[in-house]
């Protein structure tokens, strides 16, 4: 019996040791980077951002590019993905997925649904920061609309008002694919964005089709001025942009 003992312990032994050299010897597979959840239903931005669209937007295209970039990201050191964006220029998948990560994060989070849309407030900061670069919120969201249409925006791409690396102006610009401005060379300098729209035709075919424009002006009612407005102060103290 002590004999059977000793060979059983030392079979156990060497199993758990092939074990253990097997899972050493295995890549690491990275899932440092996960689809956020959103924070309201996905019928909740009726009727300005249809539920179909939320839920294949949010559940098969941003999931599409976290699988990728954590393909791409695969036994490399974890890093938030907001640290990724400077230097994204340098390597494609990381530029597109990584941007495609962090826009989509972003976009959920400044959205909420109208009924509680009308009730947030833009800060004072805000209200004079857009008033001292456009003139007014009017000319604002009329620039921002311009740079949105299809001529100003071919294709695929985003709207972004941000803070310039100096902190004392706003800007609006388009970025195409899933660039933004936080990448180096993407714009004539990094900037910090506020406020984003994803103007890519997965982001309202299905209930807008070729109406872009249409898209973009009711998307307005979805806006939490409330998270812009802290978007803001965040850019302002911290000449970063914000985490995700």
Known sequence: MKADTNTNSRRGFFTKSAA???????PAISNAYTVPDLTYPYESLEPYVDAPTMKLHHDKHHATYVANLNKATEGKDEVPVLDLMENALDATPIRNNG????NHAFFW??????????????????EKMIADSFGSVDEMKAKF??????????????????ANKAGDKLEIVGTPNQDNPLMKGVTSEIMYPILGLDVWEHAYYLKYQNRRPEYVSNWWNVVNWDKVSSNLDYVLENHAGVPY
Do not use: N
Request: aromatic share 8%; with cysteine; charged share 20%.
């Open 109 to 126: 989070d400044e959205m909420t649904p109208a009924d509680k849309a009308k009730k947030t407030k833009m800060s004072d900061t805000l």
């Open 99 to 102: 941007g495609g990560h962090y």
């Open 145 to 162: 609309e311009a740079q949105a249409a299809p001529g100003a925006v071919f294709g695929s791409g985003w709207v972004w008002v941000c």
């Open 20 to 26: 253990a050299l097997a899972t050493a010897a295995a």
